[in-house]
């Protein structure tokens, strides 16, 4: 597999299949799962599951994705729901994210 650098990922948006996602040869891709849905007249994605094969791992795809994913709910005015553990982590280590969360901290 060639060597990827998540400083030049090429992360697509599939709103049908609702991800994120980066495309790898001869693997599942690497993704971020989401959900967009409406808590009363709040805007919410959720974002359900992060999965990057093994052998990527461990070298800031998943930090790129949750970059990513947090950048698509700020442009669209979403309030984000971290189910996924790895996003929910991310945030939790960022304070300025903090009024972008809804649900449980």
Known sequence: MKKISPSSLDIRIDTKRERLYFPVKDSKDVELNYKIHSKGKTNVIEFTET???????????????????IQM???NNYKVNPT???????MNRRPALKDMRVGSA
Do not use: D
């Open 51 to 69: 999965y990057i094969p093994k052998t990527l791992r461990s070298i800031g795809i998943a930090t790129k994705l949750a970059e990513r994913g």
């Open 73 to 75: 709910a700020k442009a």
């Open 84 to 90: 996924c553990p790895f996003v929910k982590t991310y």
